[in-house]
């Protein structure tokens, strides 16, 4: 290099040692307060990728995909009729799976009271199922028609399940005054009772009566005061007579 009067000078490097100690160490100290501020952002950084690429793999990939269903709680039911009615999609990734409508789906089924569907991961949805619970058979042609204590109809039996009360009804359903007057007396019935009772017939609201085993029938009437009901009947049993009416059960008649 050379100044303007034509003299050559060159650049030299001090050796570290010629660096007073007090420089040094105030140049290290601020090395280290820039790798101290730029360490939480690389961090932070490496955070963001590494959950942008769990969330790409759960979420975009069959990585996590559905390989299985599960299907427990089933008695009169098939799995797999629960399964073709989950109709849930293999390889999905499980954390996009629509749980509320494959529960949706199964419900539909009518042997289906309520359905919980989840996720176990790493790759099988569960589904348990609750099936309805039949408390009469209701004649239909030569068949019978099971319903449960709603009143739903859910599944059709060629022949009457074992101690179950045959369910004399017109037009059986949720929504029939018949059908909850008969379902409210069945379920007021003592064990002793119960076992005796072959078949409720309820033509009217308050005209309900049971036949029981040996011909013998009860007169209930209306579905008022069924416990109250249910607790004379019981203690009449053992009386002579074909016919207890309990219609009106603090005046009691038995013929």
Known sequence: MTDGGGRNWRLVRADTDAVPPSVRRFMARARQRRMRAALPWAVALGVVLVLGGLTWMVYATSVLGVRAVRVVGTDTLEPSQVEDAAAVRMNEPLARVDLDAIRGRVQALPAVERAIVSRSWPATVEVQVVERTAVAA???????SLIDAAGVAFRTVAERPS???VANLARPGPKDINTRSALVVLGSLTDELREQVLSISVPAP???ELGLRKGRKIIWGDETQSETKAQV???LLKREGDTIDVSAPTVVTIR
């Open 138 to 144: 209701v004649p239909v042609g030569q068949e019978f």
């Open 163 to 165: 101690g179950m009360p």
């Open 206 to 208: 308050a005209q309900v």
């Open 233 to 235: 009947a019981t203690a």
